[in-house]
């Protein structure tokens, strides 16, 4: 089956800059969008960043300014680059791969914040 495969998750401290990377699980002429979700402890999954196939992004507000999404040259590879983390960005990050006619969602990559 196939699935988007999300790493760089762990522990990260307050202030820091990881970056995630996602592996996209469908083909190139098919790819629509792509986007980060999270979901922290006791709460509903949230959308991050999101990036479409033209290259608009989009981000919550809550990370605006601090987190970046963006594609390598191939577009098989997303990333969401972290800057300044908070406690509050501790949560599972999920790779969201929106193809035609089918989505994909990675199994997630745990980030915790440390204060």
């Known amino acids: 089956q196939l699935q988007p495969a999300e790493s760089g998750g762990g522990l990260a401290q307050s202030g820091g800059s990881p970056r995630l990377p996602c592996t996209t699980a469908?083909?190139?002429?098919?790819?629509?969008?792509a986007a980060w979700y999270r979901q922290a402890p006791g709460k509903e999954r949230e959308s991050v960043a999101a990036?479409?196939?033209?290259?608009?992004?989009n981000y919550a507000d809550s990370v605006k300014g601090r987190f970046t999404i963006s594609e390598d040259n191939t577009g098989n590879t997303v990333y969401l680059q972290m800057h300044s983390l908070k406690p509050e960005d501790t949560a599972v990050y999920f790779c969201?791969?929106?193809?035609?006619?089918?989505?994909?969602w990675g199994k997630g990559t745990l980030v915790t914040v440390s204060s």
């Open positions: 990036i479409s196939r033209s290259g608009t992004s």
């Open positions: 469908g083909s190139r002429w098919s790819f629509l969008a």
């Open positions: 969201y791969d929106h193809q035609i006619g089918v989505d994909y």
